[in-house]
């Protein structure tokens, strides 16, 4: 999704924001642009498509000054066009903004300003921004755009140049993410939407909260809030390192990052497991023992692929918590009127901690008195800063669109938060051992998949070609089934469905014949008796089918086609170890058919709009 970065300070800004948008390519865009103060005043570049194409337009007509702001768009309002790229200047072509976010009554605005003369030249929300701060505009860069945002309705991160007001750069946010970066170098500070765009030059960081300001000038930096009132805020320091997000000799960052999994799961439970107690020490719950005890229902919110690990979540704590769990879409969750109590805890998943409906879901449940808990990845994010109580991912970055690592590390999460509640009230300390004793052997388990990634390679050359997949589980591997659906269509844009195994006779059936590959994941668990009645039915039929067994299996010899061996886990770990195959299945599918696998077309990492 869209991303922003704008450098202030003593060097000349043209590679500092060239390395800046570059870093941010991983979420996702379709545009990008950078406007530049010098002695010439303001100065933009714009393109359409990669940066490659605007260093190719900077190239074609050179700029540099100390000051400027990029933005790579990811198009929400007109098509993605070098006339709709960011940044957007009002009339007078002073004044330059970069927006991520939607304004949402920019049609009223936009009406509004055409009457009073101003003309625009895009079909974005964003325009009205740069036409709004002209029209407040009177000396003062930092006044005017609070005057322009007192109008604005929606969500925007922002950040306004102007060659009126020089030698500033005036940010703001409400509803996106931004934040500061506090130069090495005397007078140099960094605005970006991730902290990925400045790692480089920075680990020094101060988020911005909604409703808040930032003006960087060589001299220093300023937070005030819409009133123009001070606010005093700390420094974040980064600890995680630039190489975490580089390929490492990998050929795309999902690959890498599928590959990480055996260490980014360890570092999910670091810490945290206590194998001989059968326990787990969660520091960030923030919820006393009898709070703890007291819940009498667990609300699960979340999107995507983070919305699969809550399935599997739910099934873990209703199975070995005994508490009545839900799980609910986000973006539906903050629309309804759902039943919340003091007794209720609701959980957020996000990898991006950013994911705007998760972030309104949370701040619902907040609003209605549930206590909240986020399952986050990025560390400082939005929904991390706002949650009651938190247990941090520790996968590290990651920068491939298609979330992989994230969603392990999130099925361990839920895992922990299981043994935790379910040690509270009926899982005895044998359970306790039994599930910690399979979460240690996981990292090992997932190596030794990862030694025959080959095999899934070999697989995945077979159905290069494929229009349609069907993916069948049952239990803890119904929500697997989703997600290696959802894994294959979003980067091989391979129209694929997940169904719970037995629905299939309820009607995908008629969608098998030979040309329909079907995926069961089929471990030997408490189901599997019943899942080789399905694989029957699918080969009655003529599907071709792939399982993912893990052990030999006489019931199912002469019934499947390509067989992938997992390792043998207890039930409510089987989607840690299914989930490898998957991926690295939708992969080179991917690879193979010669896509982008990172930055699938119309995608984005970190979905900031509702
Ligand atoms: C799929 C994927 C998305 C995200 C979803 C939620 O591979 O990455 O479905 O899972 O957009 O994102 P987060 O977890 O950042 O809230």
Same mark, same amino acid.
């Given at each position: 999704?869209? #991303?922003?970065?704008?450098?202030?300070?003593?060097?000349?800004?043209?590679?500092?924001?060239?390395? *800046?948008?570059?870093?941010?390519?991983?979420?996702?865009?379709?545009?990008?642009?950078?406007?530049?103060?010098?002695?010439?005043?303001?100065?933009?570049?714009?393109?359409?498509?990669?940066?490659?194409?605007?260093?190719?337009?900077?190239?074609?007509?050179?700029?540099?000054?100390?000051?400027?702001?990029?933005?790579?768009?990811? $198009?929400?309002?007109?098509?993605?066009?070098?006339?709709?790229?960011?940044?957007?200047?009002?009339?007078?072509?002073?004044?330059?903004?970069?927006?991520?976010?939607?304004?949402?009554?920019?049609?009223?605005?936009?009406?509004?300003?055409?009457?009073?003369?101003?003309?625009?030249?895009?079909?974005?929300?964003?325009?009205?921004?740069?036409?709004?701060?002209?029209?407040?505009?009177?000396?003062?860069?930092?006044?005017?755009?609070?005057?322009? @945002?007192?109008?604005?309705?929606?969500?925007?991160?922002?950040?306004?140049?102007?060659?009126?007001?020089? +030698?500033?750069?005036?940010? $703001?946010?409400?509803?996106?993410?931004?934040?500061?970066?506090?130069?090495?170098?005397? #007078?140099?500070?960094?605005?970006?939407?991730?902290?990925?765009?400045? @790692?480089?030059?920075?680990?020094?960081?101060?988020?911005?909260?909604?409703?808040?300001?930032?003006?960087?000038?060589?001299?220093?930096?300023?937070?005030?809030?819409? +009133?123009?009132?001070?606010?005093?805020?700390?420094?974040?320091?980064?600890?995680?390192?630039?190489?975490?997000?580089?390929?490492?000799?990998?050929?795309?960052?999902?690959?890498?990052?599928?590959? /990480?999994?055996?260490?980014?799961?360890?570092?999910?439970?670091?810490?945290?497991?206590?194998?001989?107690?059968?326990?787990?020490?969660?520091?960030?719950?923030?919820?006393?023992?009898?709070?703890?005890? !007291?819940?009498?229902?667990?609300?699960?919110?979340?999107?995507?692929?983070?919305?699969?690990?809550?399935?599997?979540?739910?099934?873990?704590?209703?199975?070995?918590?005994?508490?009545?769990?839900?799980?609910?879409?986000?973006?539906?969750?903050?629309?309804?009127?759902?039943?919340?109590?003091?007794?209720?805890?609701?959980?957020?998943?996000?990898?991006?901690?950013?994911?705007?409906?998760?972030?309104? $879901?949370?701040?619902?449940?907040?609003?209605?008195?549930?206590?909240?808990?986020?399952?986050?990845?990025?560390?400082?994010?939005?929904?991390?800063?706002?949650?009651?109580?938190?247990?941090?991912?520790?996968?590290?970055?990651?920068?491939?669109?298609?979330?992989?690592?994230?969603?392990?590390?999130?099925?361990?999460?839920?895992?922990?938060?299981?043994?935790?509640? *379910?040690?509270?009230?009926?899982?005895?300390?044998?359970?306790?051992?039994?599930?910690?004793?399979?979460?240690?052997?996981? %990292? *090992?388990?997932?190596?030794?998949?990862?030694?025959?990634?080959?095999?899934?390679?070999?697989?995945?050359?077979?159905?290069?070609?494929?229009?349609?997949?069907?993916?069948?589980?049952?239990?803890?591997?119904?929500?697997?089934?989703?997600?290696?659906?959802?894994?294959?269509?979003?980067?091989?844009?391979?129209?694929?469905?997940?169904?719970?195994?037995? /629905?299939?006779?309820?009607?995908?059936?008629?969608?098998?014949?030979?040309?329909?590959?079907?995926?069961?994941?089929?471990?030997?668990?408490?189901?599997?008796?019943?899942?080789?009645?399905?694989? !029957?039915?699918?080969?009655?039929?003529?599907?071709?089918?792939?399982?993912?067994?893990?052990?030999?299996?006489?019931?199912?010899? #002469?019934?499947?086609?390509?067989?992938?061996?997992? %390792?043998?886990?207890?039930?409510?770990?089987?989607?840690?170890?299914?989930?490898?195959? @998957?991926?690295?299945?939708?992969?080179?599918?991917?690879?193979?058919?010669?896509?982008?696998?990172?930055? %699938?077309?119309?995608?984005?990492?970190?979905?900031?709009?509702?």
């Amino acid at each position: 999704m869209c #991303g922003i970065v704008g450098y202030v300070g003593p060097k000349k800004s043209m590679t500092t924001l060239i390395d *800046g948008l570059k870093r941010l390519e991983y979420r996702g865009y379709d545009s990008a642009g950078i406007s530049i103060m010098n002695g010439k005043g303001v100065e933009t570049r714009k393109a359409k498509g990669k940066i490659a194409a605007l260093e190719q337009a900077i190239s074609a007509h050179p700029l540099d000054g100390n000051i400027g702001i990029a933005h790579t768009r990811w $198009a929400t309002h007109g098509p993605p066009n070098e006339m709709n790229a960011h940044p957007h200047t009002d009339c007078t072509g002073t004044i330059s903004v970069v927006h991520n976010g939607i304004i949402e009554n920019y049609g009223p605005l936009r009406a509004m300003l055409q009457k009073t003369g101003h003309t625009f030249t895009s079909e974005t929300d964003t325009e009205v921004l740069a036409h709004l701060i002209e029209a407040a505009f009177d000396g003062n860069l930092e006044e005017a755009v609070i005057d322009a @945002l007192a109008l604005v309705e929606g969500t925007y991160g922002i950040a306004v140049i102007s060659a009126k007001d020089p +030698d500033k750069i005036v940010a $703001a946010r409400k509803g996106s993410p931004l934040l500061i970066g506090l130069g090495d170098q005397p #007078g140099e500070y960094y605005v970006a939407s991730d902290v990925a765009a400045i @790692l480089q030059h920075t680990r020094q960081v101060v988020y911005l909260d909604d409703g808040e300001m930032a003006i960087l000038t060589r001299t220093g930096y300023e937070v005030c809030d819409l +009133d123009a009132q001070t606010v005093k805020k700390g420094v974040s320091r980064i600890d995680w390192d630039l190489d975490q997000i580089e390929k490492g000799g990998f050929d795309h960052f999902m690959l890498k990052e599928i590959f /990480e999994q055996p260490t980014t799961i360890q570092n999910t439970m670091r810490g945290r497991l206590v194998p001989d107690e059968g326990f787990s020490k969660l520091g960030g719950l923030n919820l006393t023992k009898e709070e703890l005890q !007291q819940l009498d229902q667990i609300v699960i919110t979340a999107c995507g692929t983070s919305w699969h690990s809550a399935l599997i979540g739910e099934m873990m704590i209703e199975e070995h918590a005994r508490i009545r769990c839900e799980v609910e879409y986000a973006s539906e969750f903050r629309y309804r009127n759902p039943i919340i109590t003091d007794k209720t805890l609701c959980v957020v998943i996000s990898q991006s901690g950013e994911t705007a409906d998760t972030l309104a $879901a949370m701040r619902e449940a907040k609003r209605r008195g549930a206590k909240t808990l986020g399952l986050v990845n990025v560390v400082g994010s939005t929904i991390a800063r706002e949650d009651d109580g938190g247990i941090y991912l520790h996968a590290g970055p990651e920068i491939g669109v298609a979330s992989t690592k994230a969603f392990t590390s999130q099925v361990i999460a839920l895992a922990l938060l299981t043994l935790k509640l *379910g040690r509270l009230r009926n899982m005895s300390v044998v359970k306790g051992r039994e599930v910690a004793q399979a979460l240690e052997e996981l %990292p *090992g388990q997932i190596q030794s998949m990862l030694d025959r990634a080959a095999e899934v390679e070999k697989i995945a050359e077979e159905f290069v070609t494929a229009t349609n997949f069907l993916y069948l589980g049952r239990g803890y591997n119904f929500p697997v089934a989703l997600e290696g659906a959802l894994k294959l269509k979003e980067i091989s844009y391979i129209h694929a469905e997940g169904y719970p195994a037995a /629905e299939m006779k309820h009607g995908p059936i008629a969608l098998i014949d030979e040309n329909m590959p079907v995926v069961f994941i089929a471990p030997h668990d408490s189901v599997f008796d019943k899942v080789v009645s399905n694989v !029957q039915e699918v080969k009655a039929r003529g599907g071709r089918v792939i399982a993912l067994t893990s052990r030999d299996e006489p019931a199912l010899h #002469g019934k499947i086609d390509y067989e992938f061996r997992i %390792p043998q886990t207890i039930d409510m770990l089987n989607p840690v170890l299914a989930a490898i195959p @998957l991926q690295l299945l939708a992969y080179y599918i991917a690879a193979k058919r010669g896509l982008n696998v990172d930055q %699938p077309r119309n995608l984005a990492k970190s979905v900031t709009v509702e």
